[in-house]
């Protein structure tokens, strides 16, 4: 869009249908999208062309960039999709490459976020549900391994969330106007041998309001 004007120009043409989600890479001149298509993009930016595209099973909802490590050099994206799949994809000097492919929910992905110290990451569903992975992202990308789950109060559709800076706590942000805070689990605490449900966690919650004049 121009600067003093609400005129749009195209600059690129990603996706046939919606962009669901673009990320960039920290260390390299690539974008990626995900399309509604299911489609995964990137795009070598200097060099203005399409480096590699594959399309996967299901409508794409949202795409994160895993933060750069010396193990997947900045090349690591987490793909999410309606049918509650989500892809761990490296990109290669071959192309597109699937690290990872797991279900972490029946109902759309709405995201996946990554702990600081990659130790841990989140998906969160459109239906309220919540999923933890241990990980370790500093030496091996295709782990995720399930420690434990959560539904948000009241069904609550999470729109969006994120880890709170000290690495503590996550935020999420619901459609009914809803802020709930959820302290990050410890794998200590957590008996999954028999079910992944995480009973009784801990949860704050606030109703965001509209100012009255």
């Known amino acids: 869009m121009g600067k003093d004007s609400d005129i749009y120009n195209e ?4 996706q046939e249908g919606a962009v ?54 900045g090349r690591c994206l987490a793909a ?56 370790d992202g500093n030496s091996d990308p295709q782990k995720y391994d399930p420690l434990c789950c959560l539904k948000l109060p009241d069904n609550a559709e999470i729109n969006d969330f994120k880890w709170n800076p000290d690495d503590e706590s996550i935020i999420f942000g619901c459609a009914n106007g809803t802020v709930h805070q959820i302290r990050k689990p410890k794998p200590s605490e957590i008996d999954n041998s028999d079910s992944y449900y995480w009973n009784d966690p801990p949860i704050k919650s606030w109703k965001i309001k509209i100012m009255e004049f």
């Open 80 to 135: 999410g999709f309606d049918t509650g799949m989500v892809r761990i994809i490296s990109v290669t000097a071959e192309g597109l490459e699937i690290l990872k492919c797991f279900r972490a929910h029946e109902d759309p992905i709405v995201g996946i976020r990554y702990s600081k110290d990659l130790k841990m990451a989140v998906t969160a569903s459109t239906a309220g549900d919540i999923f933890f992975f241990e990980i």
């Open 11 to 14: 600059v690129y043409n990603f």
């Open 20 to 73: 669901r989600d673009i990320v960039a890479s920290p260390t390299h001149n690539f974008a990626a999208s995900i399309g509604q298509n299911g489609m995964v993009k990137v795009w070598d930016y200097v060099k203005k062309n399409v480096f590699s595209q594959q399309t996967y099973a299901g409508m794409g909802t949202c795409l994160e960039m895993i933060p750069a490590t010396d193990s997947n050099k």
